[in-house]
T-cell receptor
Framework: EDKVVQSPLSLVVHEGDTVTLNCSYE??????LLWYKQEKKAPTFLFML????IEKKSGRLSSILDKKELFSILNITATQTGDSAIYLC?????????????FGPGTSLSVIP | DAGVTQSPTHLIKTRGQQVTLRCSPK?????VSWYQQALGQGPQFIFQ???????QRGNFPDRFSGHQFPNYSSELNVNALLLGDSALYLC????????????FGQGTRLTVV
């Protein structure tokens, strides 16, 4: 059965710390890996990774995919209280008639001043 | 450009009742996927609609059904509500097989009492 696993499930850090969030996946017909941030209700898109080894960056956030090891990480440097949220990793499965995004359980990040 | 809109935002129903949730996708998107997110968990895929047809379904009972209209909007119907159906129901819109990000609505918080 397709699955996405994230670790840790929760994390508490101080402002200024650097964090690494982990995601592993087992998905047949894998197409891409996505990261979302969920603060209250609607998950908001962070990154989509399709190729191995190519880092994507947006400000203090960066992410990379390893398709051989079926693994991705999300890094956040110089954390701020506004980074407190649930970070969701998802894998897209694609076949000829549909594409389906499978989410992991999320990592709950709390950044304290 | 309106993003994904869902209605209602909150709903309280009694066990055994039926509920209909609605979703309007982002302008230009043709595919709607529905997710159930229980407290403390990641979103679980319910089903995906494209061209007014259910294209893929997750591990949910037949009590969960849906519909997509010619204008791409969609409904999620749940019959014979159980206490365990209490969750945040998220709608995501996308372009089928284009391997782009999916945009989420704010969700409908359903409470079954």
């Amino acid at each position: 059965e397709d699955k996405v696993v994230q670790s840790p499930l929760s994390l508490v850090v101080h402002e200024g710390d650097t964090v690494t969030l982990n995601c592993s996946y087992e998905v047949t017909n894998f197409r891409s890996l996505l990261w979302y941030k969920q603060e209250k209700k609607a998950p908001t898109f962070l990154f989509m990774l399709t190729s191995s080894g190519i880092e994507k960056k947006s400000g203090r956030l960066s992410s990379i995919l390893d398709k051989k090891e079926l693994f991705s990480i999300l890094n956040i440097t110089a954390t701020q209280t506004g980074d407190s949220a649930i970070y969701l990793c998802a894998a897209r499965e694609e076949k000829t008639s549909y594409d389906k995004v499978i989410f992991g359980p999320g990592t709950s990040l709390s950044v304290i001043p | 450009d309106a993003g994904v809109t869902q209605s209602p935002t909150h709903l309280i129903k009694t066990r055994g009742q039926q509920v209909t949730l609605r979703c309007s996708p982002k302008s230009g998107h043709d595919t709607v996927s529905w997710y159930q997110q229980a407290l403390g968990q990641g979103p679980q895929f319910i089903f995906q609609y494209y061209e007014e047809e259910e294209r893929q379904r997750g591990n949910f009972p037949d009590r969960f059904s849906g519909h997509q209209f010619p204008n791409y909007s969609s409904e999620l119907n749940v019959n014979a509500l159980l206490l365990g159906d209490s969750a945040l129901y998220l709608c995501a819109s996308s372009l089928l097989l284009m391997n782009t990000e999916a945009f989420f609505g704010q969700g409908t918080r359903l409470t079954v009492v």
